[in-house]
T-cell receptor
Framework: SQQGEEDPQALSIQEGENATMNCSYK?????LQWYRQNSGRGLVHLIL?????REKHSGRLRVTLDTSKKSSSLLITASRAADTASYFC??????????FGQGTRLTINP | DAGVIQSPRHEVTEMGQEVTLRCKPI?????LFWYRQTMMRGLELLIY????????DSGMPEDRFSAKMPNASFSTLKIQPSEPRDSAVYFC????????????FGPGTRLTVT
């Protein structure tokens, strides 16, 4: 069964707007990662946030983690057409493997 | 670095045939993961290896599936016999070690079983 659940399942916004995706999980984690998947491609790692961190930035990406609510959010600022992709959260619960959510399909309209 | 290499990229086969998917991890990585992605079930971990040793194969759907890693630079996932419900995209990923760090994914093999 999936550990992470992304919300929304699909998101469509205009270029230049910000996009926010959320991830909820069920068990305690060591860290949480976000990945991007372009159509027909493999997943690409975006950012990792550890359980003792609350916020992390990488370029136009901002990730937050609330371990009390077992949730994380990914914010993409000033979106571009090239950001169109599916975004997955993945949790590391200490079992030496990642468990991926179902993903959010993001569409950036020009 | 060439990244994770998978072959073939596309495979179309008839039900009952044997299918072998291949993966070459990134040089120096000692953990390798096989995933299956479908619309219905999302991305599922099938099996992973650490230092060429299978660690957890609990995700392998049934005995028709088997995976090997004879050396640090090569792994196979075999389905025998294949069934239409095996149709999916199969990804191989590698990392420096298991757990806690990023995984590098290959481009995937799209398998269609008719």
């Amino acid at each position: 069964s999936q550990q992470g659940e992304e919300d929304p399942q699909a998101l469509s916004i205009q270029e230049g707007e910000n996009a926010t995706m959320n991830c909820s999980y069920k068990t305690s984690i060591n860290n949480l990662q976000w990945y991007r998947q372009n159509s027909g491609r493999g997943l690409v790692h975006l950012i990792l946030i550890r359980s003792n961190e609350r916020e992390k930035h990488s370029g136009r990406l901002r990730v937050t983690l609330d371990t009390s609510k077992k949730s994380s959010s990914l914010l993409i600022t000033a979106s571009r057409a090239a950001d169109t992709a599916s975004y997955f959260c993945a949790t590391d619960a200490g079992a030496q493997k990642l468990v991926f959510g179902q993903g959010t399909r993001l569409t950036i309209n020009p | 670095d060439a990244g994770v290499i998978q072959s073939p990229r596309h495979e179309v086969t008839e039900m009952g045939q044997e299918v072998t998917l291949r993966c070459k991890p990134i040089s120096g990585h000692n953990s390798l993961f096989w995933y299956r992605q479908t619309m219905m079930r999302g991305l599922e971990l099938l099996i992973y290896f650490n230092n060429n040793v299978p660690i957890d194969d609990s995700g392998m759907p049934e005995d028709r599936f088997s995976a090997k890693m004879p050396n640090a630079s090569f792994s196979t996932l075999k389905i025998q016999p294949s069934e239409p419900r095996d149709s999916a995209v199969y990804f191989c990923a590698s990392s420096f070690r298991t757990g806690g760090i990023e995984q590098y994914f290959g481009p995937g093999t799209r398998l269609t079983v008719t």
